[in-house]
Structures are given as structure tokens and as C-alpha cells.
């Protein structure tokens, strides 16, 4: 099973920016961030498969947000710009060897969360 570990977290002013990291023990076919607000379900944030060439975003970051990843290194990114108090929550890295989806359960692999932070 792929061990992943996030970073990159903190907080920022509403505007602000950050840039999330993910670091996989292997490769996998798909991989993703999520977020968990309080009081809220986790949500998809973004999608990336294999070949980089196709992502996929969730309406309330697009534009705002790039997901990318370097598979010689098995690493995956998301830069945050123009951050907005809504952004906040916990993001978690998830992968899979399987297609990309939305749904959590689909991904049998997740790191333990980095935590984002924007004040207004």
C-alpha cells in the first residue's frame, strides 16, 4: 500500500498563497487532494492522472489552484493562490492505482493531513 506524506501547510491572509507537497512511497495511476472543513465532509479538491496532461478540478478552486506532480520522484503539488477564508480545512494527498474520482472511497491510499489556515 502507497505511504504518502503531505506538507507545505500554514496560514495565510485571505489573497495569500501556498503551495502543498506530497510525497508517495510509489508510484500510482491517480492521485488527489482533498479537504475536510470542520463540521463539513471531505470534499475532492483535484485530480491528477499519470501522465499529468489531465487534471480535473472542483468549481470552487478553478483558476485559483494547479495541481501538478513529478513521477520521477513520486511527488505531487498544489499550488493555492488567491486564498480565500472558504479554503480553509485540512488537505489530504490520496492515490490510487485505479481510475480518478471524486469519491474518497475509490483511494486506498491517504497521508495524515496538512492544515490550511485563511484568515480575512
Known amino acids: 500500500q502507497v505511504r504518502l506524506v503531505e506538507s507545505g501547510g500554514g496560514s495565510v491572509q485571505a489573497g495569500g498563497s501556498l503551495r502543498l507537497s506530497c510525497a508517495a512511497s510509489?508510484?500510482?495511476?491517480?492521485m488527489a487532494w482533498f479537504r475536510q472543513a470542520p463540521g463539513k465532509e471531505r470534499e475532492g479538491v483535484a485530480l491528477?492522472?499519470?501522465?499529468?496532461?489531465?487534471?480535473q478540478y472542483v468549481d470552487s478552486v478553478k483558476g485559483r489552484f494547479t495541481i501538478s506532480r513529478n513521477n520521477a520522484n513520486n511527488m505531487m503539488y498544489l499550488r493555492m493562490n488567491n486564498l480565500k477564508p472558504e479554503d480553509t480545512g485540512m488537505y489530504y494527498c490520496?492515490?490510487?492505482?485505479?481510475?480518478?474520482?471524486?469519491?474518497?472511497?475509490?483511494?486506498?491510499?491517504w497521508g495524515q493531513g496538512t492544515q490550511v489556515t485563511v484568515s480575512s
Open positions: 491528477i492522472y499519470s501522465n499529468a496532461g489531465s487534471t
Open positions: 510509489v508510484y500510482s495511476y491517480c
Open positions: 490520496a492515490a490510487t492505482n485505479s481510475a480518478c474520482s471524486w469519491n474518497g472511497h475509490s483511494y486506498n491510499g
